[in-house]
């Protein structure tokens, strides 16, 4: 039996994995924010998202949905880097990680992909902040995992096996697709299989480890590569 | 203020009014059970479904998904036929309801809609029977939603309320669009928009009660007319 034998479900993370997140919230942040440097603010943002996620799992603050904890962390970013950020202005830098593009190989990647196979977003996003990002990157999601379906966060249990519940799918009949080692290791954890997406530029330009594991199932260079491998 | 302004997502009952129920089931079951009249059969197993699903939201029945529920009601109809059916032709006969036809105008006006609108599907059926539905015909969901993220059936408040949550919506900015006056009746109950689409031949040949209601804010031929009057 081959490592993808079964496999009927693709479950992708997004942020980093399907979307550029760097070049989307960078472009935002310098355009709103022009007396800091985009790029490490941008940054900063993003390593506050795991741990303030995971406070909402470890049960020390109640659930509350991405938004709302990226606009908590845009706040703690402002300060550290001593500039103000009035309400409309961090609305607006929290609903710019709703239109950040997409890689090149991801639109075609999944409508590729989804020839064979039921693609899914499994994502902390909200439904609502995901159909917005397909929309805006014509993205062909079978379905739409968003974390408000469960009010849980990856890595939790609840998210990777609620969507293989709803896909009336055995975990082992769900591959995780995540460029990130630590999403696919939880899902590895509750019987999915995995594989890896190298993305080299997720920090732009600041290191970013693609080597993967040897416990993935897969690892690919780009979708389309995944595609390949996949036999689609 | 039209009639439609403001509305941002649409949602659409599936058996009926964006699929040919007995076009695809009286085919499956003129195949399994030849000893029937497969026009009759399939119209009293369908004339089953919204008495049974009332029963669970009754509190009659515990909650149990789609499949489970078709299953006990194609018994009784068997029964009431003199007819017996064995496990797997059962199984088939409820899968049937996975893989039945989009009427002709459906996979273009849904595609021509999410132009200009989320278009999501709000239906009884399971997340994943929908997710087949929508591979087989092609259908442009941009979000699927299924009893089972709710674990309530149409015409139950939790449905149609759960739907516009999700989609970060007021019920005012959500338009339900379907065949059937009952469920557009209690969306419009809880603050939806309405749009009732003509289906003459959904009980294949039996009559069909198109008229609709003054009540709804739209009335459409099919969804290409709907797309027109919608302005996309």
């Known amino acids: 039996m081959s490592a993808t034998t079964g496999v009927r479900v693709l479950a992708f993370d997004t942020f980093g994995t399907v979307t550029d997140w760097f070049t989307g919230i960078s472009g935002a942040v310098g355009a709103e924010l022009p007396a800091v440097d985009a790029a490490e603010f941008t940054r900063e943002w993003r390593r506050r998202y795991g741990p303030i996620l995971a406070r909402v799992e470890a049960g020390d603050l109640g659930w509350r949905g991405l938004d709302d904890l990226q606009t908590e962390t845009l706040a ?45 977003a499994l994502s902390n996003g909200s439904v609502a902040l995901l159909t917005e990002m ?36 055995e975990p082992h009949e769900v591959m995780m697709v995540a460029t990130h080692q630590t999403d696919l290791d939880a899902a590895r954890s509750y019987g ?41």
């Open 134 to 169: 397909a929309k805006h990157n014509d993205f062909a999601w079978d379905f739409i995992g968003g974390s408000d379906l469960w009010h849980h966060y990856k890595p939790a249990r609840e998210t990777y096996c609620g969507l293989a519940e709803l896909m009336e799918a």
């Open 76 to 120: 703690d970013v402002a300060s550290e880097f001593g500039v103000t950020v009035d309400d409309d202005t961090a609305r607006r830098l929290v609903r710019a990680w709703r239109i950040i593009p997409g890689w090149p190989d991801a639109a075609p990647g999944l409508r590729r992909l989804a020839t064979g196979f039921t693609v899914c």
């Open 192 to 232: 999915l299989r995995s594989a890896f997406v190298e993305r080299p530029d997720e920090w732009g330009g600041a290191p970013k480890d693609d080597a993967g594991s040897a416990d993935n199932d897969l690892h690919a260079t780009d979708l389309l590569d995944l595609a390949a491998q996949l036999g689609v």
